[in-house]
Nanobody, 120 residues
Framework: QVQLVESGGGLVQAGGSLRLSCATS????????MGWFRQAPGKEREFVAA????????YYADSVKGRFTISRDNAKNTVSLQMNSLKPEDTAVYYC?????????????WGQGTQVTVSS
């Protein structure tokens, strides 16, 4: 059974930083792309960032480009999202997602989410 467990969310002031982590189990982590989505109150879930199986390619939503960095440690089966220069509009529940292939595409596995709140 594949499991994704996020951690690192919390409350931070605008301009601050947070680092989210996602621990995975249940399959060979290094074979698959990973990513992050988020959902703000009253809004649809949206893509934030993704990384391919090796970490050599990363992808970002325009809204976070230059502020967020996704990375992975295949030896530890973890994926992280470093979030800098946070804005109130970054407030959302952040979800770790796992793909079905080496490159980002279809996301079949989802974590339970972690709340990020950015105060102005």
């Amino acid at each position: 059974q594949v499991q994704l467990v996020e951690s690192g969310g919390g409350l931070v002031q605008a301009g601050g930083s947070l680092r989210l982590s996602c621990a995975t189990s249940g399959r060979t982590f290094s074979n698959y792309a990973m990513g992050w989505f988020r959902q703000a109150p009253g809004k649809e879930r949206e893509f934030v960032a993704a990384i391919n199986w090796s970490g050599s390619n990363t992808y970002y939503a325009d809204s976070v480009k230059g502020r967020f960095t996704i990375s992975r440690d295949n030896a530890k089966n973890t994926v992280s999202l470093q979030m800098n220069s946070l804005k109130p509009e970054d407030t959302a529940v952040y979800y770790c997602v796992g793909g079905r292939s080496e490159v980002p595409g279809r996301w079949d596995y989802w974590g339970q989410g972690t709340q990020v709140t950015v105060s102005s």
